[in-house]
């Protein structure tokens, strides 16, 4: 990697752990649904049924909060999820730092879709009467 590559990729990095530490600020500090501003689901406003991700910006100040088991109980997808973004996130940032590219994750194709049924699952499932926390 030249060096103006990794000068950028440094800098992307940066850019990303300042914007990720502001948000994690102003979602600590200001409660979804009560203070602050938090734009709405358009999903859920044209429908009235939840997408995967509603329930997320609650849930993460939940968790800023300490709270996991109302996390889990907001967006149980994002709680699962979030670890593996957490390492992706740092992969690249050890990687920025180092100056090594990120190594390679060779997923096979099934992957995607196991992802994409469990995404759909979750989504119908959260919209029925079976699942198992209170409706957001």
Same mark, same amino acid.
């Given at each position: 990697?030249?060096?103006?590559?990794?000068?950028?990729? &440094?800098?992307?990095?940066?850019?990303?752990?300042?914007?990720?530490? +502001?948000? +994690?600020?102003?979602?600590?500090?200001?409660?979804?649904?009560?203070? %602050?501003?938090?734009? %709405? *689901?358009?999903?859920?406003?044209?429908?009235?049924?939840?997408?995967?991700? *509603?329930?997320?910006? &609650?849930?993460?100040? #939940? $968790?800023?909060?300490?709270?996991?088991? +109302?996390?889990? #109980?907001?967006?149980? $997808?994002?709680?699962?999820?979030?670890?593996? $973004?957490?390492?992706?996130?740092?992969?690249?940032?050890?990687?920025?730092?180092?100056?090594?590219?990120? /190594? &390679?994750?060779?997923?096979? /194709?099934?992957? +995607?879709? @196991?992802?994409? =049924?469990?995404? @759909?699952?979750?989504?119908?499932?959260?919209?029925?009467? =079976?699942?198992?926390?209170?409706?957001?």
């Amino acid at each position: 990697m030249s060096v103006d590559g990794i000068v950028k990729t &440094r800098r992307t990095a940066a850019t990303l752990w300042g914007l990720l530490i +502001a948000g +994690a600020a102003y979602l600590f500090f200001f409660e979804p649904g009560k203070n %602050g501003f938090f734009p %709405g *689901c358009p999903f859920r406003a044209l429908t009235g049924y939840t997408c995967p991700g *509603c329930g997320t910006t &609650r849930a993460l100040h #939940q $968790l800023l909060h300490g709270n996991f088991l +109302a996390a889990f #109980q907001l967006n149980a $997808l994002l709680v699962i999820v979030l670890p593996l $973004l957490a390492i992706a996130l740092l992969m690249y940032t050890t990687s920025a730092i180092s100056g090594r590219p990120m /190594p &390679r994750l060779s997923l096979p /194709p099934k992957f +995607a879709w @196991i992802f994409s =049924a469990v995404v @759909i699952g979750f989504w119908i499932l959260r919209n029925t009467a =079976a699942y198992p926390f209170p409706p957001i």
